[in-house]
């Protein structure tokens, strides 16, 4: 997949035929919203720098909120690549190859940190040790383990916490949750797509409605929200999102009002984050920073359209690759956070103490966060879900009597448990096509949020060279 700074056709096709382009900055944004869910995770204790930098205090306060950013991606990014896969009729085989490519995205780096958590949990537990010093857990047995292991532990289940080894793990069941719902969803949702952009855009902020109000009327805190009710709502608000998106005629005015939107949001988002600080302090408790969400869907579709501003600064190197293993800084931070508070606090006389040990420790716990995402990403997010789509190919594609080189693929993980560029085994002739738009526009490759376009481009006329194609026209400023 190429990436350039100016939108042009892509290098290969989707398995639908449309072509196929790469928005850097969905993938940057997968960054952030990662960093603001371990720093939120981490501000409890980080009074030693929070007391120095007090108008950081609101923004951490909102990074639970990250999660519903995942949420919305996810929605976002996997309707973009799957609604037209998924027909305007059943299709089992394009479901359960769907399903299959997710399997292969989410679940081998998540088993491996389950594995890790359960087995720390395990050996202290034997040792005598307390276990839950951080957060509480459910008991460390085998039984436990095969059921975290298929991604189903929260399902029945009305509160967050105590049901995981990890405790971010919750919000890995409820994706696999979304996901198996999404060819239904898709089918249900599909019609829409006739609507004007501004009525489907309006219909995503609409599904974020409910979350809005639970945190405006009642200040409910993220553990006390329904699970079902957020992935729910940011899911669906995603895939209306995405189809906002599509209705949009690429133009420089589309991109103009996609400059607007972005910052309109991000403007929103700190500001909503020191008004629900506020209001916590006057209403004496509660957490109203759930009152930003409703702007997720609208910030999303704003960096798609635009080129400029936030969405230039997403597009960044250091950030795009922050988002490919910001779905292993997730997984693991929360386990090397529990680990060194853990083992500080045994003493029981220093529990909850933040001492000046504890406190310098936070930086570090952070930075080896990122450090250990960066290898689980290396050595198994990617290699597993080579092998887990290679074997997809030997198993499944003869069966269907297909070719196995012909369509399998995985979209750019905008969600959580998403990952960052698509794994697309193309056809012959898409493969080809490639070869010559990279020898025409050089090897751009880099690894975003591949995405397909909006709109496939006509044929072109003989006397044109393919370095006159492009998705939209050309603005100042970068394509994600």
Do not use: K
């Amino acid at each position: 997949m190429s990436v350039s700074t100016r939108a042009h056709v892509a290098e290969g096709r989707s398995g639908t035929g449309a072509p196929r382009r790469d928005i850097r900055a969905l993938t940057g944004l997968r960054a952030v919203a990662a960093t603001w869910v371990v720093l939120y995770h981490v501000a409890w204790l980080s009074s030693a720098y929070l007391d120095q930098l007090p108008a950081l205090h609101s923004l951490l306060r909102a990074g639970w909120t990250g999660v519903e950013l995942f949420f919305v991606l996810s929605g976002f990014v996997i309707a973009h690549s799957y609604l037209d896969e998924m027909g305007a009729r059943w299709r089992t085989g394009e479901s359960l190859r769907f399903l299959f490519n997710r399997l292969a995205r989410v679940w081998p780096s998540y088993a491996v940190v389950t594995v890790v958590a359960f087995a720390w949990l395990f050996a202290i537990g034997q040792a005598g040790w307390a276990v839950d010093v951080v957060a509480r857990h459910p008991e460390a047995t085998v039984g436990e383990l095969a059921r975290q292991l298929t991604m189903t532990q929260m399902w029945g289940e009305g509160v967050l916490t105590g049901q995981s080894f990890n405790p971010p793990g919750w919000s890995i069941s409820a994706e696999w949750f979304a996901y198996l719902l999404f060819p239904v969803l898709a089918l249900l949702l599909r019609p829409l797509r006739r609507l004007p952009a501004v009525v489907l855009l309006g219909l995503g902020c609409a599904a974020m409605v409910p979350l809005f109000l639970n945190a405006y009327l009642h200040g409910t805190p993220d553990v006390a929200t329904s699970w079902v009710l957020r992935i729910g709502c940011c899911f669906v608000a995603g895939i209306l999102a995405c189809l906002a998106f599509h209705a949009t005629r690429p133009s420089v005015r589309s991109e103009q009002w996609g400059l607007v939107l972005s910052v309109v949001c991000v403007v929103g988002v700190v500001t909503g984050s020191i008004w629900a600080h506020w209001r916590a302090g006057v209403a004496g408790g509660g957490d109203y920073a759930g009152i930003v969400t409703i702007l997720y869907p609208v910030l999303i579709v704003g960096l798609a359209l635009s080129e400029r501003g936030p969405s230039r600064w997403l597009s960044s190197g250091p950030l795009v690759y922050g988002g490919r293993i910001s779905y292993c800084l997730y997984l693991v931070h929360f386990v090397v956070m529990d680990v060194a508070i853990t083992v500080a606090w045994q003493d029981v006389s220093r529990r909850g103490q933040v001492t000046p040990a504890v406190a310098l420790a936070i930086p570090v716990i952070v930075l080896v966060s990122m450090a250990l995402a960066a290898v689980l990403h290396q050595a198994v997010e990617e290699p597993a879900r080579r092998r887990m789509l290679a074997l997809w190919t030997r198993v499944a594609a003869p069966a269907e009597g297909r070719r196995p080189a012909a369509r399998e693929r995985i979209p750019a993980g905008g969600g959580v448990g998403g990952g960052d560029a698509p794994e697309h085994v193309e056809p012959v002739t898409a493969r080809l096509a490639g070869h010559v738009a990279t020898a025409m526009h050089g090897d751009r490759r880099s690894a975003g949020a591949e995405l397909p376009p909006r709109r496939a481009l006509p044929p072109l006329p003989a006397q044109e060279t393919p370095a006159r194609t492009r998705t939209r026209p050309e603005v100042a400023g970068r394509v994600r």
